[in-house]
């Protein structure tokens, strides 16, 4: 609260005769503000929301009684994706075998150009049934993080309605050096 102190002693006089009333000084004392302060960010504390965390909606398939028939895909609607370092993308359709390794085994990038991921998923989801198209992406061991993320959001962006995280080969690993070592990545 506020106090008047009249402690002080009486005042200067200038020139004779002069009076002047005293100077009363004021103090304010501020320990109930400290208090209101401290009830107004409790308040405030209390009544804020929590930002809620961001994650991507999967929607996981329904365990089926064999456990060979949940995993089955056709070969003509698969597109298979592999993730290797430095933004590299590699990219083949249906099965990946020695005789065909050479044809179907393309690179890509995370564009939505010409040679862009996007373009080709576009282009095989326009070409296969919607039943039977299937996005099977497999991150290399020196992919980063932020890659797996953009071919899961191309994945949204695409509106792909099915596709799989699945560990990559050996075999495919090897390709995917090899390929890395002609184009000179690093």
């Given at each position: ?7 002080s002693g009486g005042g ?94 393309k690179s890509a990038n ?77």
């Amino acid at each position: 609260m506020a106090e008047m102190d009249t402690s002080s002693g009486g005042g200067h006089k200038k020139g004779p005769g002069v009076k002047k009333g005293k100077k009363l000084s004021t103090r304010v004392d501020l320990t109930p503000m400290v208090d209101l302060g401290f009830l107004l960010i409790t308040f405030f504390i209390f009544t804020t929301t929590m930002s809620q965390p961001t994650a991507m909606k999967l929607f996981l398939p329904k365990d089926a009684d064999n456990p060979e028939d949940q995993n089955k895909a056709k070969e003509s609607g698969a597109l298979t994706v592999l993730l290797g370092k430095d933004n590299h993308v590699f990219y083949y359709e249906g099965i990946l075998d020695n005789s065909n390794a050479s044809t179907k085994f393309k690179s890509a990038n995370f564009g939505n150009g010409e040679d862009g991921l996007r373009t080709e998923i576009i282009r095989k989801k326009a070409s296969t049934p919607d039943k039977d198209f299937v996005v099977v992406i497999k991150p290399g061991a020196e992919c980063t993080y932020k890659n797996v993320v953009d071919a899961l959001d191309e994945m949204s962006i695409s509106d792909v309605k099915r596709y799989a995280l699945v560990d990559i080969s050996e075999v495919e690993t090897q390709l995917i050096k090899a390929t890395e070592g002609a184009t000179g990545a690093k």
